[in-house]
């Protein structure tokens, strides 16, 4: 029987990322789809920056355009995504995913 992955671990944070990695989504309703993938998983607001910046993921430092956290005392990491707002118009596509301790 495998360890049980709780909310809040680097491991459940990790999951929950990787399942958006190189989906898209219409670019009016990226906001709303991004709350529906946390809708569940964490309970309370999403909170999101979209401006360009580096973050570390404890290894590596990344460029990325897109920051967004719950609040949730669970939830211990930053989803940093590199977004492509170009290749498909009207659509955002997930290019990149990391994650940023809190």
Known sequence: MGKKITAGSKEYDLQILNSIIGKGFPVEKFE???ERVFHGKYRGKLWWDNKPTTIRDGETF?????RCCIEDP???HLF???LDRETV???II???GYLEEI
Do not use: D, T, W
């Open 80 to 82: 940093c995504l590199v």
């Open 32 to 34: 709303e789809a991004m």
């Open 94 to 96: 997930i290019r990149e």
């Open 74 to 76: 669970k939830c211990s």
């Open 89 to 91: 118009p009207g659509m």
């Open 62 to 66: 990344h460029e990325v355009n897109y």
